[in-house]
Structure formats: C-alpha cells, structure tokens
C-alpha cells in the first residue's frame, strides 16, 4: 500500500488487486498494478506532493478510461494479437498474412 494513503485508498488498493489477480496477474505485479493506480488518484485528487502532468491533466482518471490507450502505441496491435482475433473470426488464410493484411481482415 502506498505511504500517506487514507482508507479510501486502502480499499482501492485491495479491489484494485484482487481484480487484477482474478485476471491471472501474479501477485507481485497485481501489486504494483494496484500501487500505480491508488498512486495516480491521489495525484489527481491532491493527496500527494508530486504528481505528473498526465496524471494531473488527463481528462480522465484511470479507472474511468478502463484500458481506452491499451494496444494504441506505435504500431498498435502486435501480429500474434491480431492473429488471434482473425483465428476467433474463423479468418480465411490467415496463417500466411503479414501484420498489415491481418489488421484490415479483422477490420483494424
């Protein structure tokens, strides 16, 4: 649990790694999952001394943006990912496609 946290923060912590462990995170990194999270709130609600600009000026928290920025980095979706999608589609050729051909098959 991060130092200076109220029982509010307490018990974000605890839900905040409980579900991450349900997810088949391992404790350790449901940890630090949990930590980073209840560490970004209280910037953004003034609660620590220091705080990022992106956790201070982001229009939304991090529990409300539910995973909005995940897979959205340089190059987005990695092949395996975007194989495993067209594999669920039942996609047609799709073990000889390149990244770019399995983007637009499943329609990403």
Do not use: F
Request: no cysteine.
């Amino acid at each position: 649990m991060p130092a200076g946290a109220n029982r509010k923060r307490e018990r974000q912590y605890e839900h905040v790694k409980e579900s991450a462990k349900k997810r088949g995170e391992s404790t350790k990194r449901a940890e630090e999952i949990a930590a980073r999270t209840v560490n970004k709130e209280r910037a953004r609600s003034g609660e620590s001394r220091t705080a990022s600009r992106t956790s201070t000026e982001d229009p939304k928290s991090a529990s409300q943006r539910g995973g909005e920025r995940s897979h959205k980095g340089a190059q987005g979706r990695t092949k395996d990912q975007l194989y495993a999608e067209a594999k669920r589609k039942d996609v047609k050729g799709r073990s000889s496609m390149n990244k770019a051909e399995l983007a637009r098959a499943v329609g990403h």
